[in-house]
């Protein structure tokens, strides 16, 4: 009995080792497959992590506080996503849907994010946040704003701002036109695909149904919470960020 047992796992143990061989030789021959075959169960372990780090976000959360984009800022008491989230962080991607019931959050913020997706997408990205707001709640949304890479070809920015952004980036310091290195940079750098004039961000807000839509400088804000969310108006390149940056708020 114990050697057909024995035999039995043996057996099992070497179909298993063929089968993850022949696994692992097509993986090498199909590079594409294998490919492919790693997102899916990315995707799969980041959809069953988000669920659970959302559940238990709500559960616990009286007043749940969405942070979307959040990078390597992860304030207490906010439910900090990323399209590549780390270990604390729940997955959303800012095109889709969002995982939220109606009127369930209290706030929702977004810094330098918006600016990553389309322009139709980051109103469709509005509309799910207004719906996902309760009555008397606010988004607020910083955002580049391309008024201020075209005044760099004017007069009209600070003396030290052209060579604090070419460091801040590592940019390089040679170029016979540093405003036109900078704005093809902002508009074309880091997946960048819609920058916004206040106007327009005005008028998406608006568009997706939010009130009161007002527009603010980085740093500047009546809401206590969103002040302390808030992390590049508190570093040491806040200069830059004053600048090139604007911040705007609508209500629910």
Not at 7 to 16: D, E, G, Y
Not at 17 to 36: E, H, K, M, W
Request: hydrophobic share 40%; net charge positive.
């Amino acid at each position: 009995m114990k050697k057909r047992f024995q035999s039995k796992w043996a057996n099992l143990a070497a179909r298993s080792g063929i089968t993850l061989a022949a696994v692992a030789f097509v993986f090498l021959l199909r590079p594409d497959i294998y490919a492919s075959t790693s997102a899916r169960l990315r995707s799969d372990y980041q959809t069953l992590v988000t669920r659970k780090i959302i559940a238990e976000y709500m559960r616990r959360t009286p007043q749940p506080k969405l942070q979307i984009g959040s990078g390597q800022n992860n304030p207490d008491g906010w439910l900090n996503t990323d399209i590549e989230p780390a270990a604390s962080q729940a997955y959303l991607d800012a095109t889709k849907p969002l995982p939220f019931p109606d009127r369930s959050l209290y706030a929702i913020f977004g810094e330098q994010v918006i600016e990553h997706v389309s322009y139709d997408d980051a109103v469709g990205f509005m509309k799910e946040a207004r719906r996902t707001l309760v009555p008397g709640a606010k988004i607020r949304l910083i955002t580049p704003n391309l008024l201020s890479f075209v005044a760099l070809f004017g007069d009209q920015k600070p003396a030290t701002y052209v060579p604090r952004k070419l460091a801040f980036h590592s940019w390089s310091t040679d170029s016979p036109d540093p405003a036109c290195l900078i704005l093809n940079g902002e508009m074309r750098s880091w997946g960048h695909q819609f920058v916004y004039t206040p106007k327009m961000m005005q008028a998406a807000l608006e568009k997706a149904g939010f009130t009161g839509v007002r527009q603010y400088a980085p740093g500047e804000t009546n809401d206590a919470e969103f002040r302390a969310v808030e992390l590049r108006s508190q570093s040491t390149w806040n200069d830059l960020n004053s600048f090139d940056s604007m911040a705007f708020e609508g209500t629910r």
